[in-house]
């Protein structure tokens, strides 16, 4: 797991990288992220359950941390990043 940081003033000036990461749908992961609560992202990940991908599951796309249940997908992460929410084919 790596810690995302903000990025920094500098880079933000370069038109050149600047453009990489828009072209490639990055901007929302680098940008205005806050703070970053380091033990809930681990508390997060260490709760996935190992059936959180079997749609017969009751536990299908959902994550429990401190009582409360995340919904975990595909859809929700690329309706976040504001990708594109159809299927895309794996290689």
């Known amino acids: 797991m790596a810690l995302e940081r903000e990025l920094s003033k500098e880079a933000k000036k370069n038109v050149d990288v600047m453009k990489l990461i828009e072209k490639a749908g990055l901007k929302r992961t680098i940008l205005g992220l806050g703070?970053?609560?380091?033990?809930?992202?681990?508390?997060?990940?260490?709760?996935?359950?190992?059936?959180?991908?079997?749609?017969?599951?009751?536990?299908?796309l959902k994550v429990y941390v401190r009582g409360k249940c995340?919904?975990?997908?595909?859809?929700?992460?690329?309706?976040?990043?504001?990708?594109?929410?159809?299927?895309?084919p794996e290689f």
Do not use: H, M, W
């Open 35 to 60: 703070e970053c609560y380091e033990k809930l992202v681990k508390e997060f990940f260490v709760n996935i359950p190992a059936d959180c991908y079997n749609p017969i599951s009751k536990e299908y």
């Open 70 to 88: 995340v919904i975990f997908s595909p859809v929700v992460i690329n309706r976040f990043l504001g990708r594109s929410e159809a299927a895309q």
